[in-house]
C-alpha cells in the first residue's frame, strides 16, 4: 500500500532535548487512512500536523467508539532508527478492535504507516539519554449519528512526540513511586474492556488518580472489581511484585492491558532464569511480606516509562516501605537490558527491534 505525501510549509522549531516533558510537543506531519464499508481502509497519507475536521455528532465524541496504541522510535549510536515490537502492537490493535467493534486493520498496514511517517520526521528523534520519539496510533469512528450502534466510518491516524523521561530523575535515576492502593472505586471487571487500549479505561481512571494526588502518591494500584483484594495494575502500567525469589505479576484474565513491555518483561525474567509467576496475588499478602521482610521490590512496566520502581505503598490509611524504600536491583537490571536493546546500545538477542 502506498501512502501520499503532502510536506509542510511552515516546518517547526526542534525543541531543546534537555527541557523535554512526555506528549506536549509534536512534530510536522501526521498519518491519516480512512474507512467506510464500501472501500475498507484507503487513502492513507502524510499531511502536515494540525487540526481535523469532525462533526460535532461524530460516534467516537459521543459514545466513545475509539482505540490507541503507544510505541516509541530511538535512535542509536551509529544513527538508526529502531521501533520496539511494533507487530505486538499491531496484534493489540485488532483486540481491541475486535472488543469496540471496529474494522480490522492490516498489521503490516499499521506498521508500514509508522515506519513511514518516523522515516519522514527522524530528525525529531532526539538523542540526549532517556529520550525518544513516541509514536500514538489512534482510530476513532466519525459517522455523524445520534444512535448507540456501530459506526461504519472510521479514521486511523498516527501522530509523533519527541518526548523525556515519564518520570522525573534524581542525578539519572527513577526515582522509586510512591503508589496508593485504590479500594472504592475499580478500572476494570471481566466482560468489560479492562484489556483493551480504549480512552474510556483512562478516564474512568482520573477520580482515583486525582485521590492518590491528594495522599501525596504518584499512581494508583488498582485491586480486583469483586472482592476489592487481588493487585491488578499499577495506574496505566502492569504490576509486578518481587516476594522472597519469586517474582508475581497478576494473569491475563481480562481485565488488564496485556503489555508489550510486560510480556518483554516475562521473557527476560525467564532467559535470566528467576522464577516468574502470572498469578493472583492478595494485597493483604504483600503487606505480609513487607513486614516480614521478605517484599523485596514492587515496579511496574509500559511503553511510557519503560520500568517504573515504587518505594511505598499507602494501603488502609498505613505507609508500607517496599525494601529499603530505593530503586531494586531486578528492576535497574530490567531497565537497563530494555532500554539497551531498544537504543540499540545492547546486543538484540530476543530479535525484538525493527529498524525503519
Known sequence: MKFSLQKTSAPKEKPNPETLKFGKIFTDHMFIMDYSVNNGWHDGRIVPFGPIELSPAAASLHYSQQNFEGLKAYRTRDGRVLLFRPY??????????????????PEDVFVESIKELVRLEQDWIPEKPGTSLYIRPFIIADDPFLGVHPAESFKYMIVLSPVGPYYDTQDGEIAAASIFVEEEYIR??????????????????????????????????????????????????????????????????????????????????????????????????????????????????????VISPVGKLVFKDKSITVGDGHPGPLAKRIYETLSGIQTGKLADDMNWTVEV
Open 188 to 305: 476494570a471487571a471481566v466482560g468489560g474492556t479492562g484489556f483493551a487500549k480504549v480512552g474510556g479505561n483512562y478516564a474512568g481512571s482520573l477520580k482515583a488518580q486525582a485521590q492518590a494526588k491528594q495522599m501525596g502518591c504518584e499512581q494508583v494500584l488498582w485491586l480486583d472489581a469483586i472482592e476489592h483484594s487481588y493487585v491488578e495494575e499499577i495506574g496505566t502500567s502492569n504490576a509486578f511484585f518481587v516476594i522472597g525469589d519469586e517474582v508475581i505479576t497478576p494473569p491475563l484474565l481480562g481485565t488488564i492491558l496485556p503489555g508489550v513491555t510486560r510480556d518483554s518483561v516475562i521473557k527476560l525474567l525467564k532467559k535470566w532464569g528467576v522464577e516468574i509467576s502470572e498469578r493472583k496475588l492478595r494485597i493483604e499478602d504483600v503487606a505480609r511480606a513487607a513486614e516480614n521482610g521478605t517484599l523485596k521490590e514492587v515496579f511496574s512496566s509500559g511503553t511510557a516509562a
Open 88 to 105: 505486538m502492537n499491531a496484534a493489540r490493535v485488532n483486540r481491541t478492535n475486535e472488543r469496540m467493534c471496529i474494522p480490522h486493520l
